[in-house]
T-cell receptor, first 113, second 117 residues
Framework: RKEVEQDPGPFNVPEGATVAFNCTYS??????FFWYRQDCRKEPKLLMS???SGNEDGRFTAQLNRASQYISLLIRDSKLSDSATYLC??????????????FGTGTLLAVQP | GAVVSQHPSRVICKSGTSVKIECRSL??????MFWYRQFPKQSLMLMAT?????????EQGVEKDKFLINHASLTLSTLTVTSAHPEDSSFYIC?????????????FGPGTRLTVL
């Protein structure tokens, strides 16, 4: 079983649509959770951290369910510029090494005009 | 702030040659640098973690004699792919972290695309 699992997509949605991505992680001791965005042939960039209480940043809302080991990202009013691969990322805890990031394979979003 | 550069951005080489990739933190001192590899349609996979002045810690399955990492200063880490072969063709990305960074955030370089012929 992969440590971080995501639906690879692609998700093809029209502009203005609302789209949701899900992610599950296997290590219950995981410390921190993030969504990154990666454009084609570029490095990943931090989109937002995910907090237990849920958090929102403009059109983006992230949720975390520790009991189910499940993370989600909701994008409202999709823009063409949102087209990218969205990476679910977990920071694991390995005997004191708290800065190891585990990346999911990503979910590809294509927003259509 | 928190800019990380990589050089070169792209390299094409013949099988058997060695390739060195540099990763620099431009405006902060990176206590830790990470090297990742990403094959097409796959996730970023951590190869190794390096702390300035000490030996790198390699992930399981990554050959330390093939992927040489040097972290000689707080702003520079290098990855040398020795005797590169076509299966080493990949997107290599470094990241840097500073102890003072919020949540130990990692800042990623723009990546180096290696093609071995």
């Amino acid at each position: 079983r992969k440590e971080v699992e995501q639906d690879p997509g692609p998700f093809n949605v029209p502009e203005g649509a609302t789209v949701a991505f899900n992610c599950t992680y296997s290590n219950s001791a995981s410390q921190s959770f993030f969504w990154y965005r990666q454009d084609c042939r570029k490095e990943p960039k931090l989109l937002m951290s995910v907090y237990s209480s849920g958090n929102e940043d403009g059109r983006f809302t992230a949720q975390l369910n520790r009991a189910s080991q499940y993370i989600s990202l909701l994008i409202r009013d999709s823009k063409l510029s949102d087209s990218a691969t969205y990476l679910c990322v977990v920071r694991d805890f390995y005997g004191g090494a708290t800065n190891k990031l585990i990346f999911g394979t990503g979910t590809l979003l294509a927003v259509q005009p | 702030g928190a800019v990380v550069s990589q050089h070169p951005s792209r390299v094409i080489c013949k099988s058997g040659t060695s390739v060195k990739i540099e990763c620099r933190s431009l405006d902060f001192q990176a206590t830790t640098m990470f090297w990742y590899r990403q094959f097409p349609k796959q996730s970023l996979m951590l190869m190794a973690t390096s702390n300035e002045g000490s030996k790198a810690t390699y992930e399981q399955g990554v050959e330390k004699d093939k992927f040489l990492i040097n972290h000689a200063s707080l702003t520079l880490s290098t990855l040398t792919v020795t005797s590169a072969h076509p299966e080493d063709s990949s997107f290599y990305i470094c990241s840097a972290s500073a102890a003072i960074a919020r949540h130990n955030e990692q800042f990623f370089g723009p990546g180096t695309r290696l093609t071995v012929l």
